[in-house]
């Protein structure tokens, strides 16, 4: 091959990906009145160091690195961000429906308030490692998304929080099996 260079390529196909989810329907997207301090604690879901937007960049990030090497792992990995995209879309929704303003800016109780950064996000260099970091970062949310559930007096709200958190049990689950 004197002269010339390899093609390189990922030959790992993508097409008819599907979100990895829990095969049952999410409540309305409804509120029972505006409340912006409600529409702050799903800003911190939203895009907070612990966030659907920090999941996706983190599980599209892993998958990147892996589906040149292990297709089925990759496929894997990028269907449970895809999960987490609509994770966000809903949250977004729902803080649009408190009043809120969706722009990448997590607002916290003390009145701090802190735009999104890459810098949450722990990117291991071995898939055991990017794997046990995922299953983390799941638990983590499982965990902020149950106390912003005891914060929250709204059932509509909280019925969705408690949906999307069945999404993520069902995520450390196959997470575990990998």
């Known amino acids: 091959m004197e002269g010339r260079k390899a093609l390189l390529s990922n030959t790992c196909d993508f097409k008819g990906i599907r979100p990895i989810m829990m095969e049952l329907p999410y409540p309305p997207l409804q509120v029972r009145e505006k409340n912006t301090a409600y529409a702050n604690l799903l800003s911190i879901d939203y895009c907070g160091a612990v966030s659907e937007l920090s999941a ?3 599980y599209i990030n892993n ?4 589906s040149s090497e292990n297709c089925a792992l990759g496929k ?9 995209m609509m994770h966000l879309q809903k949250l977004g929704e729902l803080i649009c429906l408190l009043g809120g303003n969706v722009d990448y800016t997590a607002r916290f109780q003390n009145g701090r308030q802190k735009m999104w950064t890459p810098e949450y996000l722990e990117i291991p260099q071995n898939v055991r490692k990017m794997i046990l970091a995922d299953i983390e970062a ?3 949310a499982i965990s902020q998304y149950k106390m912003h559930i005891k ?5 509509y709200v909280n019925a969705v929080l408690a949906r999307i958190i069945k999404d993520e049990e069902y995520h450390i689950m196959i997470l575990q099996s990998l």
Request: charged share 35%; net charge negative.
């Open 56 to 58: 996706i960049t983190q």
């Open 63 to 66: 998958e990147n690195r892996i």
């Open 76 to 84: 894997t990995i990028l269907g449970i961000g895809m999960a987490e």
């Open 138 to 140: 799941e638990r983590d």
């Open 151 to 155: 914060m929250i007096n709204d059932e």
